[in-house]
């Protein structure tokens, strides 16, 4: 009798199911359920909508969460509900703990509309552990496997057959499908290792050739993401599988001492895939750094993502020492953020200041040091119940060293970015605790929890139903109504825009992002009370927002009340001193005054700030400058001016007066000419202008 190699290495280990293997006998109920947790995860990861995009993707996961509940409950799927599963209670505590800090909320909306999406999150993996028992789980790491194979083609697929619409195809494809690719990364690695896993203990060839080609495919398409935290945290999650797949408790020996053929399969399969993405690269990243530059820069701490990273963990440290034993309240990390942040992220406006790019951190930040206890007894709860699992002679060592090895990358990937605050990746992590907590019942155990009736079920099938509406369909519609509003404005649509922002604020009044664009409009249109209005608006909802303190300033200085507006300055900088607008206009508003000194000190204040950024602090610095005769300073402040804006015809124009004044004939000579050659009315100007007399006589006498 032949026996294939892959099980002469796993031992008393059962092979792995086959990929299309049809689950046990169940009832419509169950079977339904299958079919709607299929939907689930193929559909948040692969659903594409410009139109809010991450939250149609939580609006998925609040519409099919208690969907699936409710068949498991109403069918009387999987186990009775004692005892209960090993991960229940700290996810309970979990949500308990995020439920207490609500009182710490600044925006308790914000706060709710977190605790929705967490308690979605929850009922999907109390679905998974009670419903899918071992004989069962092969239809989610099917679901899972399927939809991984689907986003790496489609995400590859562009680039390799050279179409001209995908450029870029890998990074263009995870941006459409994920919204960024620090994102598409997160759900990468909570699926590849339970790929690896699979194949390792395949014993069909149809079925490694299925689980190789999802690997392969799934590795070239993380490297590609360009994502070095991916990168770290993946090899952390292989690492966690092939000690867990070829531990000494059940293997004649480790990874390595291991049959060879059984090692050579995934090491080339890895190996293949890092050589695709360097050799695609060229094609499918054109212009980007090169891999090598990319790889080195993972361990340089002056690298601008290292940067990015420090300057949010600083500020978030700072944070969590203001707000120690209490925290800021779940889901409303961003609102209570804006103090902190530093001028790296005030010279960087592109960043993302939702999260502090740690998901450990931002748990201290939002809960306390209870949500960090919490978090560390659910990791060492995880801990014991994989070496517990992993000493059962029942349980599918492949599925438990895959299932053991996404949570650990993810766990990894956290300390460097979001996992938790990502629908796709949010949804794996939910299902992997599920189907760990399932494996607890050995395989063959048929006992079957009895069925609950509807006049039971309905009542918190509605709670459900409201708590969609709420946090979810309504930030959703108005999500959308923003989104075309935004379309109209660039079409110079004015009034439609404004409508269309009040229906999106008609179904989400919380939404201050709306109230801002309202403001900008107003603002734009000359219609400065009604700008005012709106920024008022917006600190009903973030009374931190230092940018409505800011722009209810700028308003009142167009409408001429210079001290209100110096009043609403001063409020900006007192909610975080590094702003750098607010010490911009009241350095303009002290200058008017009369007080260089003060004026100087903020606008030197402002450029520290901004950098090399804003062509404005040079050209009203050389302006204050020139006021108090200090011409060599003014000319140096117009020459930086010229540098970062060089097609400003008024500043060559203002360098060519100062360099006249310094006896710069030449130099002024080629700057005023590069002045009149970007503005022609300039040449008239300069006709009259005294200073450039000695140039004009110079140019008479040639």
Known sequence: MRHPIAEKVTGDVQPSPAIAAAGRGDGFGCRALDITLGVLIAAVPLTYSVLAPASLKWALLGLLAP?????WLWGGCGRPFLPLPKLAAPLFTLLLVSGLSLLQAINLYYGLQRMAFLLFLFLLYLTVAYAFHPDRQETLIRYLLLTL????????FGCTIGLPLMIGGPIEMIHRLFGNTNYGAAYLITVIPLG??????????????????TLFLSMALLIHSMVRGAWVGIWIGLWILV???F??????????SAPHRSQIGPLLLLGSAVLLAVALRPLCLPGLTSFGERVAS?????????????????????????????????????????PYRSPFIYRNPGVQVEHPHNEYLNLWAELGPLGVLVCLWLLVRVVRLGRHLASSAQVRREVLAGVLGGLAAAAAYGTLFYVAQVPESAVNVAILLGILDGMDR??????????????????????????YFQYVLRPLAGEVHYFLAQGELREGRMEASLSRLERSLEWNPHYYLAHYKRAQIFSSMGRYQETIHEAQEILRVHPKSEIAYWAMGTAYLKLGEKARAKEMFLQATAINPNFPHAHYNLA??????GQIAGAEALFLRAKDVLGRREVSLYTHLGNLYERVGRMKEALEMYEAAVVIQPNSGSAWYSVARFRVLAGDGSGAHAALARAMELDKALQARAAKDPAFKALRQGDSSK
């Not at 194979?149 to 590859?156: A, D, E, I, R």
């Not at 699979?198 to 050739?209: C, I, Q, T």
Request: aromatic share 12%; charged share 15%; net charge positive.
């Open 149 to 156: 194979l689907v986003v790496s083609g489609l995400s590859l």
């Open 67 to 71: 969907v699936a509940a409710f068949l």
């Open 442 to 467: 050995g395989v063959g155990q048929v006992e079957r929890a009895r069925p609950l009736r509807l006049s039971v079920l309905v009542p918190g099938l509605l709670v459900m139903g409201l708590l």
């Open 243 to 245: 000690r867990v797949y």
């Open 247 to 256: 531990s000494s408790e059940r293997r004649p020996g480790t990874f390595w």
């Open 196 to 213: 690896m896993a699979l194949y390792l203990a395949a014993s069909r060839s149809w079925e490694k050739a299925v689980y190789g080609t």
């Open 588 to 593: 303009v508003l002290a200058a008017q005054e």
């Open 298 to 338: 993972v361990f340089d701490p002056g690298s601008d993502s290292l940067q990015l990273r420090w300057a949010f963990w600083e500020g978030t440290l700072r944070l969590i020492r203001d707000h120690i034993w209490t925290g800021v309240g779940v889901g409303t990390f961003a609102l209570a953020f804006v």
